[in-house]
């Protein structure tokens, strides 16, 4: 909790200062892997704009626009970093070039709708662009559906916020459980995968 409250302190400060600059700042850090929760950013810069600080859809840019900034950090660090890592340590994780093959289908296939709904759901924004670059999935089509989720993502938080006022970090409380959740969830994905790649 002290944690928590260290990340909360100093993104509340940053914002308060820094306004629209500290808003791409945070989204685009929470777009990788980072403990910073747009949960607790766009709230708080919502709850800014019903008191007149900030306008509305110059905080919901700002926060999309971080979010694709983080995004195509995670992306090229999948791209360039990733792929080299899994084919040399690979092994270590149960990961071989046929897995990293696979990756690439899926993504061609799914890979749009994954990554837009992957910017809406807790811990998954985090991870999901790095496996977009591992596949190379396309740049134009990656960078287009990670803004359009994010956009979404940014205005439901940023207007929870307007609403909420003084009381924006109750959304910070409920969907710190969700997160618990979802994280609990892919460790028990893996755990199944590692598993079932044993049995075999």
Known sequence: MVFVELISGAAIFLISTTGYAGIFVLMALESMITPVPSELVMPFAGFLVSGGSLDFTLVVLAGAFGSLLGSLISYFAGAFLGRALIIKYGKFLLLDEKH???????????????????????????????????????????????????????SILAYAGVMLKQNWQLILSYTWIIDIFVAAAILIGAVFFYMRYIRK
């Open 100 to 154: 990293l093959a696979a990756t690439e289908q899926w993504f061609a296939r799914h890979g749009s709708k994954a990554i837009f709904i992957g910017r809406l759901l807790p811990v998954v924004r985090h991870l999901i662009s790095m496996p977009a670059g591992f596949a190379r999935m396309n740049l134009v089509k990656f960078s287009a559906f990670t803004f359009a989720g994010a956009l979404l993502w940014c």
